[in-house]
């Protein structure tokens, strides 16, 4: 199941549950974001015809963070750019996340490993993220 989370109008992430299943291609994410999220399920024996991607100058100026749920469970608190808190969730194994705006903090549930996929080169903690505490997380 895909599930938007959002704030107002305004998509804060999508989560792609483990029990997601569709047959084909299937992309979640609009053309203007700078991380695409799909999904793809075949047959056995379907081929995807090989292919080198081209080069293409694209311009970053917000990292968008995805994570899949390898092991164990974590649950996410999600905020609003203002770092106003919107809710949390709780993901489980094979679960993944694509945090599209906001902010977002972790903790796990129980022991885990999570595989983060974001965008490149990883500058400098002070200019890449602004950490904040929230007073009402234990």
């Given at each position: 199941m895909l599930k938007e989370i959002r704030d107002k109008n305004?998509?804060?992430?999508?989560?792609l549950t483990h029990d997601h299943s569709k047959p084909g291609l299937e992309?979640?994410?609009?053309?203007?974001?700078?991380l695409q999220m799909g999904?793809?399920?075949?047959?056995?024996?379907?081929?995807?015809?090989?292919?080198v991607h081209k080069p293409a100058p694209r311009?970053?100026?917000?990292?968008?963070?995805?994570?899949?749920v390898k092991s164990?469970?974590?649950?996410v608190d999600l905020y609003t750019e203002e770092r106003k808190f919107?809710?949390?969730?709780?993901?489980?194994?094979?679960?993944?996340?694509?945090f599209v705006s906001g902010g977002h903090g972790f903790k796990f549930i129980e022991e885990g490993e999570l595989i983060e996929i974001k965008q490149g080169p990883y500058v400098v903690q002070d200019l890449d993220?602004?950490?904040?505490?929230?007073?009402?997380?234990q």
């Open positions: 305004k998509l804060i992430a999508l989560v992309f979640f994410t609009a053309d203007e974001l700078t999904y793809m399920r075949y047959p056995a024996n379907h081929r995807i015809l090989p292919h311009g970053v100026t917000y990292t968008l963070e995805a994570l899949f164990g469970s974590i649950l919107i809710q949390a969730i709780k993901l489980i194994k094979d679960d993944t996340i694509l993220k602004d950490k904040f505490e929230n007073p009402d997380i």
